[in-house]
């Protein structure tokens, strides 16, 4: 079956502009993570969603990070203004477990670059 | 709030030699408890975990076993092998958070012919 989708698979972009990541879950996936992994280093948690809840942004590094989830699916992360600081891998999971005991399943990432 | 304190790396192995990633974790609630693993090139994919105390999670001659007396949940293998090289990541999901995951910073993992 379908996996977590992600596009673009790679963004090139200039200093300064915006840019919106997509990610399409696993089908029936209530629980959706965006994290960020810059080169050589681990996952830096960003936001959660958790099907009707209010997501959890204590991971949002700054006011020009922002995401939404429309609908209970597709997942959209937009950053506005971007820095060359932003340049990284930045990676989407969903799982259908509320409580935990299920793995993240994760989608290949968007390598964003900031020129 | 959650964390996950992982053995740092990176670590060097011969072909055949045994594996030890040490993963530590605090917790307010009653976790999971899971190691992912991301190949070169590739990734993350979950390795294998454990949903209770005592619970052993085993996968490609991998095995972790949920130790709440010491919050640990060590990763080992007997011998590893070359296509065993990767980045190993622990990880914890806590109903008392909604199920939110808190991830360690990952060791990477090398194995020399």
């Known amino acids: 079956g379908a996996g977590v989708s992600q596009s673009p698979s790679n963004k090139v972009t200039e200093k300064g502009k915006d840019v919106e990541l997509r990610c399409d879950p696993i089908?029936?996936?209530?629980?959706l993570y965006w994290y960020r992994q810059s080169l050589g280093q681990g996952l830096e948690f960003l936001i959660y969603?958790?099907?009707?809840?209010?997501?959890?942004k204590s991971g949002l590094p700054s006011d020009r990070f922002s995401a939404e989830r429309t609908g209970g699916s597709v997942s959209t992360l937009t950053i506005q203004r971007t820095q060359q600081e932003d340049s990284a891998v930045y990676l989407c999971?969903?799982?259908?477990?509320?409580?935990?005991?299920?793995?993240?399943?994760f989608g290949d990432g968007t390598r964003l670059s900031i020129l | 709030g959650n964390s996950v304190t992982q053995m740092e790396g990176p670590v060097t192995l011969s072909e055949e030699a045994f594996l030890t990633i040490n993963c530590t974790y605090t917790?307010?609630?009653?976790?999971?408890l899971f190691w992912y693993v991301q190949y070169p090139g590739e990734g993350l994919q979950l390795l294998l975990k454990?949903?209770?105390?005592?619970d052993k999670g085993s996968n490609k001659g991998f095995e972790a076993t949920y130790r709440k007396e010491t919050t640990s949940f060590h990763l080992e293998k007997g011998s590893v092998q070359v296509s065993d090289s990767a980045v190993y990541f622990c990880?914890?999901?806590?109903?008392?958070?909604?199920?939110?995951?808190?991830f360690g910073d990952g060791t990477t993992l090398t194995v020399k012919p």
């Open positions: 089908s029936g996936h209530t629980a």
């Open positions: 999971a969903s799982s259908w477990d509320r409580a935990g005991n299920q793995p993240q399943h």
């Open positions: 454990a949903t209770k105390a005592d």
């Open positions: 990880a914890l999901s806590d109903q008392s958070n909604a199920g939110k995951s808190t």
């Open positions: 917790a307010t609630g009653y976790p999971s």
């Open positions: 969603f958790q099907g009707n809840s209010a997501p959890d």
